[in-house]
């Protein structure tokens, strides 16, 4: 799925840990050197909210975790890495050291910098081989947030950005070219703004800590978080659009609202101020509860973007292509026996208040089954972005055993009939034992997504669909086909 396999991270804080996670949940191997001895269980911690997040996440067939481990020398973490992330402390005079001692033990790897605010020429300025350094700014929590920004320094290697252009979409990321180095690039120079105005008005008594933070969520950080900036505000300009905006706003912008340029004093006053307000806002939970909410609404935001087809969840969308059609590639193996098509573990918020599976969760699980199936025809996202597909026009689910939380399940997959516009399928679902869990049967029309009407398949597809179609033919019928609803085996 991406060029690299091998990665070193220097510097397992909270950004190094968070690309740790990304990486492993993407296959990738990684060596992490951090000399904070406790290290381990800050990125252990990590690791486990990563988990959590990415089993809600996405339903498409991860692959195997890259395997990780800690090592005791930043020589010893980069020997051998494609990427090397660099995520120290901020602090250009440790990022320039760290950078001399990797020089030394690898020759090639692409340096990432994750750093906030230092220009990339500033911090190739001592190194050997400048061209390989790039900035590559993610944000926190790494493992869920898209963005990525990059920047090139004067000396950066075009090569090297190119690179990391075309590898942060194959872990699930967004990446933004930043056209011209500045302290802080875009993203934080931004948040800068906002935050110096926050610290006016708590200082000022305008609002409390919560006022403010109420401010932006209830109403433009929901804006932004699916539109941004101009786009919200092409909007505000009505039929007239942004022009328009602009000559109804534009004059305001003249007057006195804003203390941008000034930078309140942080007294030990305001600190008090600012600390107690929070305590208040939001010290009934723990962090780590704090992080687990953030996540569950970060992966909730991400989804419903998915489903809508904009910003941050075509990122989601475009990730889980390249999961599926990774995964789909695995049982191409002997297609004269049933086709493993789903092969995973139940993750925990699938189960009901019965601690097992709930039962949209076998229909979702089946209806994988078969977007792995039409993948192995051809039928993939090419095919249908290409305007055609199969609709499901029927459907019957068995459930025979229950699937708990953590289980692993997997999915055979059989064709009964697959000829002409029809595609009849047999799902047979298994837990980690053998077990039979459930049965899904689906009959599918191949359709144009322009008529919405039945049509032939594409020759190469039906000609696939035909081969495997005679190959299960040859086996012997499974049970429990072509029930319907309340018939029990007789
Ligand atoms: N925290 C954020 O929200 C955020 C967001 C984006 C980027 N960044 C940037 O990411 C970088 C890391 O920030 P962080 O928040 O993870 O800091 P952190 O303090 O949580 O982690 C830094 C880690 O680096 C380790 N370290 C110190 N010296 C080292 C060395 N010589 N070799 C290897 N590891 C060493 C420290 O022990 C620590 O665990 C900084 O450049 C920061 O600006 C931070």
């Not at 804080?13 to 990684?30: C, F, M, P």
């Not at 001895?37 to 692959?63: H, M, W």
């Not at 967004?174 to 056209?179: A, G």
């Not at 602009?246 to 008090?272: H, M, N, R, S």
Request: glycine share 10%; with cysteine.
């Amino acid at each position: 799925m991406t060029e690299i396999a091998r990665a070193a991270i220097l510097g397992g804080g909270v950004i190094g840990a968070g690309w740790l996670a990304r990486l492993i949940e993407n296959g990738i191997e990684v060596s992490v050197f951090d000399p904070d001895r406790g290290s381990d269980r800050k990125i252990a911690a990590v690791l486990e909210n990563a988990e959590r997040a990415y089993a809600k996440l996405t339903l498409a067939p991860r692959p195997a975790k890259g395997a990780w481990r800690i090592v005791g020398s930043v020589a010893e973490a980069v020997q051998g890495a494609e990427l090397i992330v660099e995520a120290v402390p901020e602090r250009i005079e440790l990022k320039h050291r760290v950078y001399l001692e990797l020089e030394a033990a690898n020759a090639d790897g692409i340096v990432a910098s994750s750093t906030s605010g230092y220009k990339p020429t500033d911090l190739q300025a001592p190194m050997h081989h400048p061209g390989r350094l790039v900035v590559a700014h993610p944000f926190n929590p790494v493992y869920l947030l898209p963005l990525v920004e990059i920047v090139a320094g004067e000396r950066t290697d075009p090569a090297v950005v190119e690179r990391a252009m075309a590898f942060y979409p194959a872990i699930g990321m967004k990446p933004v070219r930043v056209r011209k180095e500045i302290d802080a690039f875009i993203a934080d120079r931004f948040l800068e703004a906002v935050w110096r105005e926050g610290l006016w008005l708590v200082k000022d008594g305008i609002g409390t800590t919560e006022e403010i933070d109420d401010c932006i969520r209830y109403g433009f950080g929901l804006r932004w978080a699916q539109m941004g900036l101009f786009e919200t505000y092409r909007l505000a300009g009505g039929e007239a659009g942004m022009r328009h905006f602009l000559a109804q706003f534009g004059p305001a912008l003249q007057w006195p609202w804003t203390k941008l340029i000034d930078v309140p004093e942080l007294t030990d006053e305001l600190v008090d101020t600012i600390a107690a307000q929070s305590d208040v806002q939001s010290g009934a939970r723990s962090i780590r509860e704090l992080e687990r909410i953030r996540d569950d609404n970060l992966v909730a935001i991400m989804q419903a973007l998915k489903a809508t087809g904009w910003g941050a969840g075509l990122v989601l969308a475009d990730w889980e292509r390249r999961l599926f059609d990774r995964g789909a590639v695995k049982p191409a193996g002997d297609l004269s026996r049933p086709i493993r098509t789903v092969d995973r573990t139940v993750p925990p918020d699938w189960t009901d208040y019965n601690n097992h599976m709930n039962e949209a969760k076998y229909l979702q699980c089946f209806a994988d089954a078969t977007d792995a199936f039409m993948r192995i025809i051809g039928a993939d996202a090419d095919y249908i972005a290409g305007g055609m597909s199969y609709f499901t026009v029927e459907t019957h689910i068995r459930h025979l055993g229950e699937a708990r939380a953590g289980e692993p399940i997997t999915v055979d997959s059989r064709v009964l009939e697959g000829r002409g516009k029809k595609m009849h399928l047999f799902h047979e679902m298994r837990n980690g034992g053998g077990r039979l869990l459930a049965t899904g049967e689906h009959m599918l029309l191949h359709v144009s997504l322009q008529t919405r009407a039945t049509c032939e398949p594409a020759p190469a597809v039906r000609a696939k669909l035909e081969e495997i179609a005679a190959l299960h033919a040859g086996l012997p019928a499974p049970e429990g086909a072509g029930r319907a609803v309340g018939q029990r085996p007789g």
